[in-house]
């Protein structure tokens, strides 16, 4: 059963996914309440009636889950490279539980919280769903996950309709990161041609992950439940580097760089960082991240969300570097 859902907050609602997750809500014959840190967007967006505030400090929460009976939470740190216990526990843990109370509090219905595949354990070389139970080993992901608990503990206990959202690598226009980093290093010519290596890495268009989130929010069958959001499809590093190649408009190389280069590159970058306590711009980490597999279906999300991706990374690169060129001055060389 799909509930009619009127009143929702969105936290991080300036953000790339939530950003997108305001866009497909003003479709609808809904209210939308941001929450923003930033004191300059009160009252500035004829959509969102935007709220200040700071899930980090409960004071600043007051009375921001007024006549509220969905929130979707989508704020907290984007990428695995903001390092310390401190800053992930926080904003993920103590940010959410904070939030948590506050709905609880008044009497909020629906709590949706966008989380992420590294809330799991990696999966290696095999391809795995949301029946995989095991735990995540860096801080971002364990932070992640004690607050997916929470959540779900609080929904069994309050009767509050909690559902998890884990979204693979996030594409789109507008998008940061390592996509974004690959993009631009391969206009400029300096993005080594990766090799084939048939490592299988899963990502999802953000228009498509902001459908799922809607949905994990008014359907009955979504609540209790984690599902991940993938677009269905296994990008190699190769394909990804061939169809940022041909979306710039550049020849493909007949060519690339063997695999055991790039480990010998991590390696190096690895005893950079070791001696000079520096970040290096490639180390084993990245390596990894460009010739292993993360694989991941969404099993549980086509089953009780009725989700399907409309987008592959092919079809959205157009609006992505059209994003990018935008925004950087175009390199015409490579």
């Given at each position: 059963?799909e509930i009619v859902v009127t009143r929702y907050l969105v936290t991080g609602h300036t953000g790339f996914i939530g950003s997108h997750i305001v866009t497909e809500l003003a479709r609808k014959d809904c209210y939308i309440r941001g929450l923003t840190r930033q004191s300059a967007l009160s009252g500035k967006d004829p959509v969102v009636d935007v709220r200040r505030g700071d899930i980090t400090k409960p004071a600043s929460l007051d009375g921001l889950m007024s006549g509220i009976d969905t929130v979707i939470h989508a704020a907290g740190q984007a990428h695995v490279t903001v390092t310390g216990h401190n800053v992930?526990?926080?904003?993920?843990?103590?940010?959410?539980?904070?939030?948590?109370?506050?709905?609880?509090?008044?009497?909020?219905?629906?709590?949706?919280?966008?989380?992420?595949?590294?809330?799991?354990?990696?999966?290696?070389?095999?391809?795995?769903?949301?029946?995989?139970?095991?735990?995540?080993?860096?801080?971002?992901?364990?932070?992640?996950?004690?607050?997916?608990?929470?959540?779900?503990?609080?929904?069994?206990?309050?009767?509050?309709?909690?559902?998890?959202?884990?979204?693979?690598?996030?594409?789109?226009?507008?998008?940061?990161?390592?996509?974004?980093?690959?993009?631009?290093?391969?206009?400029?010519?300096?993005?080594?041609?990766?090799?084939?290596?048939?490592?299988?890495?899963?990502?999802?268009?953000?228009?498509?992950?902001?459908?799922?989130?809607?949905?994990?929010?008014?359907?009955?069958?979504?609540?209790?439940?984690?599902?991940?959001?993938?677009?269905?499809?296994?990008?190699?590093?190769?394909?990804?580097?061939?169809?940022?190649?041909?979306?710039?408009?550049?020849?493909?190389?007949?060519?690339?760089?063997?695999?055991?280069?790039?480990?010998?590159?991590?390696?190096?970058?690895?005893?950079?960082?070791?001696?000079?306590?520096?970040?290096?711009?490639?180390?084993?980490?990245?390596?990894?991240?460009?010739?292993?597999?993360?694989?991941?279906?969404?099993?549980?999300?086509?089953?009780?969300?009725?989700?399907?991706?409309?987008?592959?990374?092919?079809?959205?690169?157009?609006?992505?570097?059209?994003?990018?060129?935008?925004?950087?001055?175009?390199?015409?060389?490579?």
């Open positions: 059963m992930h526990y926080a904003t993920t843990l103590d940010g959410t539980q904070h939030l948590l109370q506050r709905a609880i509090a008044s009497n909020v219905k629906r709590f949706v919280f966008i989380s992420s595949i590294k809330a799991m354990a990696a999966p290696g070389r095999d391809c795995i769903d949301e029946t995989e139970t095991g735990l995540p080993q860096d801080e971002y992901g364990l932070a992640r996950r004690r607050a997916e608990e929470q959540l779900l503990s609080a929904g069994k206990r309050t009767g509050m309709h909690v559902s998890i959202v884990r979204p693979v690598l996030v594409y789109g226009a507008g998008c940061k990161g390592n996509l974004a980093g690959m993009l631009e290093w391969i206009d400029r010519g300096i993005f080594p041609p990766v090799p084939d290596t048939g490592n299988r890495r899963s990502m999802v268009e953000v228009r498509d992950l902001a459908r799922a989130v809607i949905a994990a929010a008014s359907r009955d069958s979504a609540n209790g439940r984690i599902c991940i959001i993938s677009d269905g499809e296994d990008y190699s590093t190769r394909r990804v580097y061939i169809a940022m190649k041909t979306a710039l408009g550049k020849t493909v190389p007949g060519w690339s760089v063997p695999g055991w280069m790039y480990r010998a590159a991590g390696r190096v970058g690895d005893l950079y960082e070791a001696v000079l306590q520096r970040p290096a711009p490639f180390n084993s980490a990245v390596c990894a991240r460009l010739l292993e597999s993360a694989c991941y279906h969404s099993v549980v999300a086509e089953t009780v969300l009725g989700y399907h991706a409309e987008y592959c990374l092919e079809d959205s690169l157009p609006m992505m570097v059209q994003h990018y060129r935008q925004h950087n001055v175009p390199n015409t060389t490579a």
